[in-house]
């Protein structure tokens, strides 16, 4: 029997844009640019299919009118690792590329080039606990695409391109803590633990029951086609801040001299066939990273030393250090710092190549508030 079989790169070419137009995220598209020069030649990159972040948007630090000097920029986390590895079945070789890998936060601008940023934390976002937007696609244009945040200690709103200003989506419950893009629709949780679905004219429907969790901070974490929501407790309540009553730089600074500290965290999965939430003690390979823009899960034999079944933080979300990262282990219930023997590699600085290029990008960095889509 002959073999019809046909290399990749020997595709017909008129085939190539076809197969690239129906991939739906960036890293797809990466991906299919990377075959080889004929299929990277097929498609063009990412700025000239689409608007690219940043994105001008009006600041949610005032709830009045202002002019629009905020910008929304798209920050998107990977999984690095060397590419001479050599594939192998053994444990030994298995254990030493996963040794190897570390996560980056990626930060892309108009003039495509890249700044690395740490996993959990960053240095403009301070003053929004989060921040999507949707659709999110290589194909459709930023400037279409809907973005919901929380802000101002709480508020829920969205904003849309030449909008002046920000819309509340509720106007009543200014305690939400999360939003998030779960199987294509927004998704927000307040303090209570409540999920609420947002449809498309942007109204809230309530799609689980209150978790009635006593914890200060609520996180929505998607993982394995599952949504959790993890309970962050303090050993004191946050201080909020009012821009309308309070100088910003002032009790922003307040608030990062003494950072309330975590003590404990309780992870809840919505059942969703029987609408009712389930405690979760443990999360088999699977650890959680709730970062200060935005929260996710990782496998955690992808990366020597990483612990299952524990989430990965920092004892102040919004700390514009970042680099003091603590875990929570489900099953003793107890809190250590991430060594740099230990857990640290994956959260710690990128390689020295990374470190220069992201200096000299933060030396040319303006003074705009910054808030990111992750």
Partial sequence: MDDSRVQWSDLPPEILPIIGKSLETYIEVLRFRSVCRSWRASLPPFNIVSSLLPLDLPSPIFTADHLTDALLIRRVIYRLSPLDHQHSSDSASSSSFAAEGWLAKVESTKLGTMRFLHPLSTRYVKYDNEVVMFPDCPWIDVKYCTIVAVYAGGKLGFAKHGDYKWTLIDDRNFHYDDVIVYKGQFYAVDRWGTIFWIDSSMRLVQFSPPLCGFGNQKHLVESDDELYVVDRFLDKE?????????????????????????????????????????????????????????????????????????????????????????????????????????????????????????TRYEEHASDNLYVSAC
């Fill in 238 to 358: 946050p201080l909020l801040w009012n821009a309308d009553i309070f100088h910003i730089h002032w009790l922003n600074n307040l608030i990062e001299d003494s950072p309330p500290k975590v003590i404990d965290f309780k992870v809840h999965r919505l059942d969703q066939e029987w609408g009712r939430w389930v405690e979760v003690r443990n999360l088999g390979n699977q650890s959680f990273v709730l970062g200060n823009d935005c929260c996710f899960s990782i496998s955690a034999p992808k990366f020597e030393g990483v612990k299952g079944s524990c989430i990965y933080f920092t004892h102040a979300p919004r700390s514009t250090l970042g680099y003091n990262t603590h875990y929570f282990e489900l099953k003793y219930k107890r809190i250590a710092k991430a060594s740099i023997h230990d857990n640290e590699p994956i959260f710690g600085p990128p390689p020295i190549w990374l470190n220069l290029e992201a």
